[in-house]
């Protein structure tokens, strides 16, 4: 299915490259991962804290590649019915209401069962949509952890034949190879089935150097001193035994509000008053406070 | 190079990682896509593909820096060769590079000309500077001088590490710059704290250097397979929780965290999805509108199953004193589990701590309270189980019902007191179950000065929980 010219990416520089041009910054981990992906036609599964951009990397090689972003987010209770397709039976209801009445009667039974479980009947749910686009497409499977482990099986076809069987219709086999990418929080492990069918990678929270190139690209007009500062408080709040420690996507909420207030280096007063945007647990706040001005208590 | 693959995964699959033979086979795959010149490439390859959780990349990472330790690019395809030959001297690339300082980092031999002195000034500025390529050469040179490494002996390198480290005194740098930076202006205790913690990562990562250093060179001395095999460590679910280790005590609190939480979700989705309770009549009568009142799709009532009661009783003498502190810790952190939990600690004498945990919403937290400030000794503070026992039926004995099991943490080995195993024949009477969960290996059971024997005839269940994951197993079954 996939030859020379079909492939996205040459290496994992031209998608590091790729990735920061849609001011996404990669590490090298994430760039192989994403290549080999390609490559090998297989799924991302992609893990790690909250707030660490998992779901914004499908959003980034989306945008990279010019392909239509399909997502299927998951919860509690998600079935077939929601994530793969569904009949549409008051359709279908019409459709035999509307034999009975008119003219038709001849026509037989066998005609209309042929009828009504035809593709015009069919509500695509994102799974089987895509599977049937014609045009590129990323598939986000977002928060699969959340599913139980019963409805993992139902994305086990599509994620290694890239395929649907439906029952009346027969195999929906795919136009072309989507990327997929499935995001966990990790609240559960997830199947073996499931993990052998992807690629997997870890986004931890970045180190310092990440940490202050994402702040400067993510947070247009701060300068260069303020995002230093800011990656190693950073840094000085996760290495604190916290409830829940910041996670980027905070960091560059923080960034932007200090941005706002018109600060270009960050004194002991506006890291703590500030703090609360960072930290998310009363009791970490306090701890925190105690530690960065040195009143521990 | 398939051969050495596959080498490689014979031996993370001796450290316990579940590799498949698709995992495999993908592996393989990857290969032929990535640039085998470019190490950090093919690495990252092998662990998408092999990797599955992250919990097991620490033991991927160490097995990949023995078995493809970084030497010359060539060096990936004929590794099987060099691994047959005897290390002879220096093959590695990176000595060659040049040492911008004085003295010379190469091979064994290098690095012996330097004074301590100069080699200290050498280090200082590589931390300074925060530049890699600096520091492997003074970890190389490090290691040269201090390790003392001797050809052929079948350890580790924990040893070496130490003596390398000991020599180089990083803690006293540590300070010395911190106390430095001082020096040049006033600091707010927000800039220190930055400062130490910047200077604290630098030096951390000097010390990886030089473990990355001395692992290089035990390779080239034993070969991949033999040293594989020494610096092999059990994955944190797997660590003997009586015998760890302080690094691997600091593993586990980091396991436990995440696996605590897991099992809470766990425990509640198995709660709601279980079977189906009578039907809701109402629910089903709104939904058959949709169909013209017809009910085609009944809807059930959820059951709620009754949650028990936990009592634990834990010994927290010295011996089990982590594998008590694991226990409660998890048992509180799936409380929502249970209508009611109390815990009690003792060792000769009794205590009730539930009001710790109470008090405080983080379970570490309260544990740390426990081993400072619970009154646990009676006379001497041995372990005396029987007595502990006595007491708790004196004083709490009337609160055990139908509907509390009680867990008992121990390895009950008792000095030689008297078990006054009647206690628990009582509290099984009252109870709903009553459970043992032994720390030791089963083996060891009723060996020297351990009875649980006398107290297992009276007890539904005896446990044997090394492990957090039996501890997990057993606490998912309980729950």
Redesign the interface.
Known sequence: MTSNDEWRFEGPDQVATALRSVDYLPSHEIASTVFLADRLAKPVLVEGPAGTGKTQLAKSVAELTGARLIRLQCYEGLDESKALYEWNYRKQLLRIQAGQGGDQQSQDWAELEEDIFDEDFLLTRPLLEAIRATDPVVLLIDEVDRVELETEALMLEILSEYQVSIPELGTVTANQVPMVFLTSNNTRELSEALKRRCLFLHVGYPDVERERLIVETRVPGISAALAEQIAQIVRTLRGMDLKKVPSVSETIDWAKTLVILGKDSISEEDAVATLHILLKYQSDIDKATGELTGTRR | MLDILNSFIVELRQAGL?I?M??HI?AA??MS???MTQR??FK??L???L????DH?AAFDIAFEVYFADRSIEGIDDLDDALETDAQGDTAPEGESGLRGPGNAKGTGGGGGMSAEELKDLLEQAIRANDSELRAQVAAAAVSRFAGMEPGRPVGGTYYLYRTLRNLELDELLERLVEEQRATGPM???Q???AR??LG?RIEGMKEAIEAEIRRRLVEDRGAEALARSVRKPLPEDIDVMHATRDEINTLERALR?LS??LA??LT?KRR?GRRGPLDFRQTVRRSLSTGGVPIDPRYRHPRPAKPEIVVIADISGSVASFARFTLHLVYAISSQFSKVRSFVFVDGIDEVTHYFEES??P?EAVHRINTEANVVWIDGHSDYGHAFKAFDERWGDEINSRTSVLILGDARNNYHASEAWVIADLQARARHVYWLNPEPSSYWGSGDSIVGEYARHCDRVVEVRTLRQLEQFVGELA
């Open positions: 579940p498949s698709t995992e993908d795959a990857a896509h990535v640039d950090s490439q990252d390859a662990r998408a593909t990797v599955k959780s992250e990349a707010t205790s927000l220190e704290r930055l913690d910047e990562a995440p939480r897991k979700v766990r989705r999805h919403d983080d570490a």
